[in-house]
């Protein structure tokens, strides 16, 4: 597989990104295009970006082997969108096997197939679901929201709720606490239980 660029790689990340301590690795690009994205490398020229193979990443973040089994931790793939890259995320899983906890951040702003595979190889899933509302999340990301509330009923019935936490932000000037409060109600009829409710700080 050919080395893919990433917009950074994090190490020694304290139940941050799921339980346990836990190696960030971030892929370049991302089909939404968030009014504020903290991540606006994920869009841009790809030159100076640091680019590696599953095996070269494999290679980089071993170093942790002993944090990830000791506390239960592993690598979280985020970006961008990692479900974008989730022949990468496959091939990553054969070389660590299965005692590393494999945990994405995505928006789900993918299509099923991508889901779909994904779902085979990754443990825990952090949504960030933005806002459940069409017009509000068409707003703030300039997509629709169908695909991503679609893959999300679809990964709840493959992966069961346990497995899922969903990140609803309070969204200034685009959203408001009786929007989210709207979103989480959805969220709960669909069957999560995790929910972490927060604050975008707009700089
Ligand atoms: S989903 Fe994340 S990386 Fe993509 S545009 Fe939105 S904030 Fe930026």
């Not at 968030?34 to 790809?46: A, D, I, Q």
């Not at 170093?63 to 961008?80: A, E, H, R, S």
């Not at 443990?123 to 703030?140: E, L």
């Amino acid at each position: 597989m050919e080395a893919v660029p990433f917009i950074g790689v994090s190490r020694h990340r304290i139940n941050i990104d799921g339980k346990g301590v836990n190696t960030l690795a971030a892929f370049h690009g991302c089909p939404l295009r968030c009014r504020y994205c903290l991540n606006p490398t994920c869009f841009g020229k790809t030159d100076e970006l640091t680019r590696y193979t599953p095996e070269t990443l494999f290679d980089y973040v071993r170093i942790d082997n002993i944090y990830f089994l000791y506390t239960g931790g592993g690598i979280c793939f985020g970006g961008g969108e990692p479900l974008l890259r989730t022949d990468f995320i496959r091939e990553f899983r054969k070389l660590c096997g299965d005692a590393w906890k494999i945990t994405v951040e995505t928006s789900l702003a993918v299509p099923r197939s991508s889901v779909e595979a994904a779902a085979e190889v990754i443990d825990d899933f952090i949504v960030d679901i933005k806002d459940t509302n069409p017009d509000i999340y068409k707003a703030y990301t300039g997509c629709s929201n169908r695909r991503s509330l679609q893959n999300l009923r679809w990964l709840i019935s493959a992966k069961g709720a346990e497995h899922i936490m969903v990140r609803v932000p309070l969204i200034p000037n685009f959203n408001t606490d009786a929007d989210r409060d709207r979103s989480v109600a959805l969220l709960h009829e669909m069957g999560i239980t995790q929910i972490d409710k927060f604050n975008y700080v707009v700089r």
